[in-house]
């Protein structure tokens, strides 16, 4: 919005100059208090909203070896590429597999970060442990049936 500066001049008596100036307060006030109540709403939302996210966790960091799931936004953003790139590896094997929640796309977080860790290879030379609860070690991929 374009920012116009004008002057103005006008002569008031006094009766003028207090019922304008009256008017003014009465605007000034209205507006400060919709501003008020929309700062304070605002704030309540943000208040709901922390309270959720820590209620889920019960305050606590969440932990990071949960197998997460993203959706084409995050890894898109995650990846530094755009969805369409994204649907187009993972159509021609060149990434995970993805999981299919209904109609919801999603990949497994843990899953994207180690495929990148790997050097992101493409599907076919691609495994994943799915099932495994530790982090997979020299001594543990070898007991590993995939």
Not at 30 to 45: H, K, V
Not at 77 to 106: C, D, F, H
Request: glycine share 6%.
């Amino acid at each position: 919005m374009n920012r116009v500066t004008f002057q103005l001049g006008i002569t008031l008596d006094g009766d003028a100059l207090e019922v304008l100036t009256e008017i003014m307060k009465q605007a000034i006030e209205r507006g400060t208090s919709r501003l008020m109540r929309a700062m304070e709403e605002q704030e309540r939302r943000e208040a709901r909203s922390e309270q959720s996210r820590t209620a889920i966790f019960a305050g606590k960091k969440p932990p990071e070896n949960v197998g997460l799931l993203i959706n084409s936004n995050a890894l898109s953003k995650l990846l530094n590429l755009s969805q369409r790139t994204i649907y187009l590896m993972e159509k021609e094997g060149r990434m995970p597999v993805a999981i299919r929640v209904g109609k919801a796309v999603r990949w497994s977080l843990d899953e994207i970060k180690a495929w990148i860790a790997a050097g992101c290879p493409e599907r076919a030379n691609w495994q994943w442990p799915r099932n495994q609860t530790q982090p997979l070690t020299a001594s543990t991929a070898s007991r590993t049936r995939f």
